[in-house]
């Protein structure tokens, strides 16, 4: 589906001048870097698959994946989706694609949704027959009723962020992009569109390619995930292999009811204590949760407790900084 | 309707320009004829360019390098249609509803305060409506051209002010240009300006006729042709150094 090899990007970035006169020396200067916003990334992405993009802000997510959709030309390397070369016959091959940017949408401010939706029934040249089964579907797992007749200024977050979802997929498109597309949004509304991507994706075998830093989303939705840094692709692999290799330490957080003096347990690190709070990491291989909580109440009267688990920002930095991956 | 206020607050500034401009030129004219006008046709040339400049936008227009600079113009390319297309019909929306809503109202109360010209026939007529059709296709490939600017510049909006400006003042909003010296006229004969309103005018109140409005016309349409053309191929150069800005 998606074939990219040692595709790169480079900005050119002014350097700003500094001391007097700055305003003016920026003015005249021609003295600027490079910005490798994405450099030398190889991969493949194969039909039906969900894909996890990941890095931190800045990583050079965003400039991939608008590579990916032809909205940038890349400085360097070879990019193919779908038999397309996506920034060449742009028009082409944006009608087989669908794209969400949680922070940007794809309705028209002033009208009613509906309407919105019509109107790209129009530009994509849906037939009505595939339109309305679409529409009618997609409205009943989407919940779209309620506000279906609203401007798109007049919806909250989530409902715009659904009826984006649906406007998005109502050409049947074989690939789907989302960038961020639970951001900002409530456990129910975030549960809400990530069944409904489970569902896309098993009914019509839509490709998805998901950015997201938000961890739930990438378990529940991906078994494969790919880490971006400073441009560089560091990670290519299945979920679970991330995390059981870099997942870095679990953490336990306990109140105890009563002040001990001596809080050390076997198989955990005690990282922090403050009053009757004690934190405890432990990696996931060495010892279970309930195996560590079972030693701790054999021990001491425990008031309350709860798990952390590391979350993938940590995990990308702790690849990053320990360049666990080796020179990549 | 969401925004009545909005129309109802234009059209009463529209009006009250209107009525200024047209007791100025009033004095200026002092009942005699100039270059062939006389009192009446004036008023109706007044009554006129206030009818039409939100039709034509005459002021300038920056959506669509807005759109650039905040990275909405993302979610028009990913998108299977052409920008020049999509931004037009939008366009030419808009230009119907300040026609309608702004234009029609304007002809009628300024009638009721004024004794205008109207079309004399259905010809004079019909030749008048391609006029403002072609007039709106280049008032609209002149702006999609400066706005296409913002490919280039991080901030056009000085570039494109610079262009409304001699807009105004070549199309014949600010003073017809038949008031103007002859050199000054055939100066501004060689730019589309004058095309954007002077011919709408010239073609309203019959001060042109028979083969002179189809030559007009025929000029006009060749305008509007080559700087479709020519939105088209600074387009294509534009959006291979596109740079979307945030997200």
């Known amino acids: 589906m998606i074939q990219v090899q040692n595709l790169s990007k480079h900005f050119s970035v002014r350097n700003p001048q500094k ?93 009613p949704v509906i309407e919105s939706l019509e109107l790209l029934q129009f530009i994509y040249k849906i037939p009505s027959a595939t339109f309305k089964q679409n529409l009618e579907h997609f409205t009943k797992i989407l919940g779209l009723d309620e506000f279906l007749n609203s401007p798109a200024r007049s919806l909250s977050l989530g409902q715009r962020m659904r009826a984006d979802l649906c406007a998005a997929l109502l050409h049947n498109p074989d690939l789907l992009f989302l960038d961020e597309p639970t951001i900002g949004l409530d456990v129910v509304a975030k549960e809400r569109i990530r069944e409904f991507i489970l569902h896309i994706n098993a009914t019509q075998e839509t490709t998805v390619v998901l950015t997201t830093h938000d961890l739930a989303d990438v378990q529940k939705l991906c078994k494969r995930a790919m880490i971006i840094d400073h441009g560089k692709l560091l990670f290519d692999g299945a979920l679970e292999t991330l995390q059981t290799r870099f997942g870095g330490l679990r953490q336990l957080v306990v109140d105890f009811a009563l002040p001990y003096a001596d809080l050390e347990v076997e198989g955990a690190n005690l990282v922090s204590r403050d009053g009757n709070r004690a934190v405890y990491a432990f990696s996931r291989e060495q010892l279970s949760a309930s195996e560590l909580i079972r030693r701790l109440s054999e021990r001491f009267s425990i008031q309350d407790i709860s798990v952390l688990e590391p979350d993938i920002e940590a995990t990308i930095r702790l690849i990053y900084e320990q360049n666990l991956l080796g020179a990549t | 309707m969401t925004y009545r206020a909005a129309t109802v607050a234009g059209l009463t500034t529209n009006i009250f320009f209107g009525l200024l401009r047209a007791s100025v030129l009033l004095a200026l004219l002092n009942a005699q004829r100039v270059n062939g006008w006389d009192s009446n046709d004036a008023v109706t040339y007044v009554v006129l360019t206030q009818a039409i400049m939100m039709f034509v936008s005459i002021f300038g227009w920056t959506d669509l390098m807005n759109a650039v600079y905040r990275g909405e113009i993302a979610t028009d390319l990913l ?85 409304s400006v001699i807009g105004t003042f070549a199309s014949g909003f600010l003073m017809p240009l038949r008031f103007f ?32 409005v189809l030559e007009a016309l025929l000029v006009q349409t060749l305008w509007a042709a080559l700087l479709v053309v020519l939105a088209q191929i600074i387009l294509s150069r534009a959006s291979k150094r596109l740079v979307i800005l945030g997200g």
């Open chain 2, 181 to 212: 010296p002859d050199w000054m006229q055939q100066i501004l004969n060689f730019t589309p300006f004058p095309h954007i309103m002077n011919t709408i005018i010239e073609i309203y109140v019959g001060s042109i006729s028979g083969n002179q």
């Open chain 2, 79 to 163: 998108r299977p249609m052409g920008l020049f297309g999509f931004w037009f019909a939008q366009d030419v929306g808009r230009a119907l509803a300040a026609l309608l809503l702004r234009g029609v109202t304007i002809l009628v109360i300024s009638s009721l305060l004024f004794h205008i010209k109207i079309p004399s026939s259905v010809a004079q007529f019909l030749a008048l409506l391609l006029s403002m059709l072609l007039a709106l296709t280049i008032s609209f490939a002149i702006r999609f051209i400066y706005n296409l600017s913002a490919f280039w510049s991080p901030d056009a909006r000085g570039f494109a002010r610079f262009v």
């Open chain 1, 19 to 111: 001391g007097n006169f700055s305003l003016l020396k920026n003015f005249v200067s021609r003295d600027s870097r490079i910005l490798k916003a994405v450099d030398d990334v190889s991969f493949k992405v194969n039909r039906g698959e969900i894909v996890g993009y990941l890095g931190p802000n800045g990583a050079g997510k965003s400039t991939t994946i608008k590579m990916l959709t032809g909205l940038l030309v890349p400085t360097s390397g070879h990019l193919e989706v779908n038999g397309f070369v996506p920034w060449k016959s742009r028009q082409a091959y944006v009608s087989r694609i669908g794209a969400v940017f949680g922070q940007r949408s794809t309705l028209w401010w002033d009208l």
